[in-house]
């Protein structure tokens, strides 16, 4: 690894990641090296690593390849692996149209969690990633620095507990990871705080929202998070806890804007995605 590891540094609305181009499959990272890729003092600085492999090159991917030409291979910023990211999906669909290795249009990606569908149109800088409507689960409670907070479990291919709080977000300490019902939660699970929705115009939702993602900390936005939370936005405002489809929700993140629009069947996530850097990093 003399010559270097080549690399991208992107975002979408501010939750930054390193892309790794991986043609070869040559760059498994092992966890401490991601960590130390991740470290914002020491390294890169990113809240995960998104390694792009061809499918056919990866155990896991290996199944989609005759649908998905890549492998979104996903670590979190503690060298953790999840099954999914939202906006890092959007970030490597995009990436993979300005480097030319796919056409603009829907790109399809494959994942831990299955093949997603990108839509890429052209290099402006904006994608929509197509998500399984989100699951509800139980209600539960959350422990956020000693705080105990109604909260609902939501899976949108990675688990998470949406909590509507009545008090303004930036009163409320992330610095900890919050505590979460472990028999619900056995592998961890990210945590959105949301204020309580109200009408922006139309059929829309507008909400607040901060969130912890296991793994990598208070992160300036999260896609899946913004999907989860824009459900049980929707549930609560009609007063119908099966409510999961027919709006649009635009979600407010320290890092932008995304907007998540659910139907019938699917959720649509929406925003920018950005490519700041290109390198070689050493380890």
């Known amino acids: 690894m003399t010559a270097g590891i080549p690399f991208a540094k992107g975002h979408g609305t501010e939750n930054d990641f390193v892309i790794i181009p991986d043609f070869e499959g040559e760059y498994d990272l092992t966890a401490d090296q991601v960590r130390a890729v991740c470290d914002r003092r020491a390294g890169i600085g990113a809240d995960g690593i998104l390694r792009m492999i061809p499918a056919a090159k990866h155990a896991e991917g290996v199944a989609h390849a ?122 961890g699970g990210n945590v959105e705080l949301i204020t309580p929705p109200e009408t922006a115009g139309g059929q829309t939702l507008r909400i607040g929202m901060r969130v912890y993602e ?4 208070e992160t300036r936005s999260c896609g899946t998070g913004a999907v989860a ?3 049980v936005a929707l549930a609560v405002h009609t007063g119908d806890p099966g409510k999961l489809s027919g709006g649009e929700v ?34």
């Open 66 to 187: 005759a649908t998905a030409a890549w492998f979104m291979d996903y670590r979190n910023a503690d060298g953790s692996i999840a099954e999914m990211c939202g906006n890092g999906a959007r970030l490597f669909a995009h990436f993979l149209v300005t480097e030319g290795l796919a056409d603009s249009g829907v790109i399809p990606i494959a994942t831990r969690d299955g093949v997603k569908s990108v839509e890429v149109r052209g290099s402006g800088g904006s994608a929509t990633l197509e998500l399984q409507l989100p699951t509800l689960g139980s209600p539960t409670t959350v422990e956020v620095a000693g705080r105990t907070l109604a909260g609902r479990a939501a899976y949108v291919g990675n688990p998470h507990v949406v909590c509507v709080v009545d008090v303004p977000l930036s009163d409320l300490d992330l610095t900890a990871a919050p505590v979460l019902d472990a028999e619900l939660f056995p592998e």
């Open 214 to 217: 296991r793994g990598s900390g």
């Open 229 to 231: 939370a824009a459900a």
């Open 250 to 283: 635009q979600v407010n993140l320290p890092g932008g804007e995304l907007i998540v629009r659910l139907t019938e069947s699917a959720a649509f996530l929406t925003g920018p995605a950005v490519i700041v850097a290109t390198g070689r990093f050493y380890l």
